[in-house]
């Protein structure tokens, strides 16, 4: 037991020092910043405008309100900009495969998935952060949400729990490197289906696209399922206050899966020729 | 130290086809070729020992040493550091070890290079007056304080070596391996990695593990090489017995008054150019004073000089079989 804090205690010393490493990089670089802080929140700006447009022509969206898909949209990229600033490496994980960068990680005495994510800590994301929870507010008072503790709660829990099946979705494409030796970088097309299946219900998709996204791929618990839970919007297959920690489990699940097949991967790193 | 027992690491090649239709038939039915990176290797390594690796491109001495260091994984053995096995306790056995690999850099390109120090003393969890302490030490041999504030990559490939060396000794390991530190380094980065690594060895008593293809690496640093070929332990051991055993001649340089050079029955001529002839033969049979009075006495002589068999006679021998 006291060994394990001691651990915890270790890997939190480190990641200060990667922050704070991470922070004087951007330092180092100040003219990228104001790229990303242009960029980056329009991207999602320009997204939302564009769901303005369909409400405002066709009424509602897979039985939802604009109010509401405001919400579901706002959290979507909330959980987005966290996977970002965590996980988003994991999108390159084949050109560290190919290029021998684990070797660094290997010779190191902590995780090597740790390292790999956190010595290359993306606090560009924050920029993602930005426009996710103007929207986020914008759809709690277009709802009129009461803030109980439990909606707080359930809120923080879906962010969690929704981060952590993004990070594992992107471990699980990432590794496919180790069995491939290809640098695939699957970013853009991952980037795309979560876009179009976290910031829209997947109630507006035939039955059997939302099978596979209960079931199969998991990312209907990333957004819709907590979110129909938080703002009671009924749904043909889930339904009820419990579903946010359902989404935890998933994530922590997903994480669990995704890591293993990460390690299983690992055993047949290559390192690379010189 | 460190016992290195029946290691094996085979690769799986595809075999590949010419053309489209190779690359369809390869696509379809795939034909993998084995390839044995390593070969059933075992030795020891003693504490203290600077040992060299030497063999061709693609003879398995990045593999082996990667495999030693905990970054590949071996097929079948063992590499047991300090008596734990480093595949299956990596995180405890990495903290007794350094690594610098060759090209690659294990320092932050954008920061100043006390950064990455200071990152390697949060992960090495190296406390604050150790800390100063070996950097005093390091420093005096490679003198890197009056680089701290530089960053990194404005560094020249010299200095950011130096840099690598420094870190991967920060935490004080009992081994360091090094796999082709001084590729690409002028004489003088070359001459002050030498130096650092004689000094850490006799200062600290650190074993270091290193592969090279510069022989004067070997010749300076070494007492012991272990040379690989085809993934196979071919030689290990002392550098002057194994250049007495595989080279066990040296060769006699003659220069005459005229182009004619008589031969000797206890030599062979392996070279005749001009005024000059060499003359190799084995040092149990003869003497080079003995050869120089019977050459002397047909014709006479205007110099002599004697080339010892080296090193790279050894690997001539080990790599040619």
């Not at chain 2, 010892?308 to 790599?319: H, K, L, M, P, T």
Request: aromatic content about 10%; charged content about 20%; proline content about 3%.
């Amino acid at each position: 037991m006291i060994k394990a804090f001691r651990e915890l205690g270790h890997y939190l010393d480190v990641t200060l020092q990667v922050i704070k490493m991470a922070v004087m990089t951007i330092i180092e670089y100040p003219a990228n910043i104001a790229g990303w802080m242009i960029s980056n929140p329009l991207q999602f700006i320009m997204g939302f405008a564009i769901i303005k447009f369909v409400v405002e022509s066709f009424g509602e969206v897979g039985g939802w309100n604009y109010g509401q898909l405001a919400f579901l949209y706002g959290l979507s990229v909330i959980s987005h900009a966290l996977s970002m600033i965590f996980f988003v490496q994991g999108w390159f994980m084949g050109y560290y495969v190919i290029e021998g960068e684990f070797d660094r990680y290997l010779t190191r005495p902590l995780g090597v998935l740790y390292q790999f994510f956190f010595t290359n800590i993306n606090i560009f994301g924050i920029t993602d952060l930005i426009p996710g929870i103007l929207v986020f507010v914008y759809g709690c008072v277009k709802c009129a949400v009461h803030v109980t503790p439990l909606f707080v709660l359930q809120v923080i829990v879906t962010l969690i729990g929704a981060t952590l099946i993004r990070g594992g979705i992107y471990i699980f494409l990432g590794s496919t490197s180790f069995h491939t030796r290809s640098a695939t970088d699957f970013g853009q097309y991952t980037q795309e289906i979560m876009d179009k299946t976290t910031m829209y219900p997947i109630s507006m998709y035939p039955e059997s696209l939302q099978f596979i996204l209960t079931y199969l791929i998991p990312i209907g618990w990333v957004s819709f399922y907590p979110v129909s839970s938080m703002l009671g919007i009924e749904n043909n297959i889930y339904n009820g206050m419990l579903l946010p920690f359902v989404t935890l489990l998933v994530g922590i699940v997903m994480m669990c899966l995704a890591g293993g097949y990460f390690t299983l991967g690992l055993a047949k790193y290559e390192s690379a020729g010189n | 130290m460190i016992e290195v027992r029946n290691l094996s690491k085979d690769y799986k090649l595809k075999h590949k086809e010419p053309g489209l239709k190779g690359a369809i038939k390869g696509l379809l039915k795939p034909r993998f070729e084995t390839v044995h990176a390593v070969k059933d290797l075992s030795f020891e390594i003693r504490e203290g020992e600077i040992v060299g690796f030497i063999g061709p491109n693609g003879a398995g001495k990045s593999t082996t040493i990667k495999m030693m260091s905990g970054i590949l994984t071996p097929d079948k053995g063992s590499v047991l550091i300090n008596g734990e096995d480093i595949t299956k306790h990596r995180k405890a056995v990495v903290q007794n070890i350094g690594v610098v690999f060759g090209q690659r850099t294990q320092l932050n390109w954008d920061l100043r290079l006390g950064e990455s120090f200071e990152l390697l003393k949060h992960i090495y969890q190296i406390k604050q007056d150790e800390y100063e302490k070996t950097l005093d030490d390091l420093d005096a041999i490679l003198s890197v304080r009056e680089l701290l504030n530089k960053p990194v990559r404005q560094m020249s490939l010299g200095q950011r070596v130096k840099g690598d060396l420094v870190a991967s000794m920060l935490h004080s390991p009992k081994v360091l391996f090094l796999d082709e530190p001084t590729i690409g380094l002028d004489v003088s980065s070359k001459y002050a990695l030498r130096k650092f690594i004689r000094e850490i060895n006799r200062l600290r008593k650190t074993t270091v593990i290193l592969t090279t293809h510069d022989l004067g690496d070997i010749q300076e640093l070494c007492e012991r090489i272990i040379i690989i070929n085809h993934g196979v332990l071919m030689e290990d051991g002392n550098l002057s017995q194994i250049v007495d055993r595989i080279a066990p001649y040296k060769t006699l340089v003659v220069e005459f008054y005229d182009e004619t050079a008589p031969e000797h029955e206890k030599c062979e001529m392996t070279e005749h150019a001009g005024n000059i002839a060499k003359y190799r033969f084995m040092k149990n049979d003869t003497t080079a004073a003995e050869i120089i009075a019977d050459l002397s006495a047909i014709k006479s002589i205007k110099d002599v000089s004697i080339e010892e068999a080296g090193i790279d006679d050894i690997i001539r021998v080990a790599y040619g079989s």
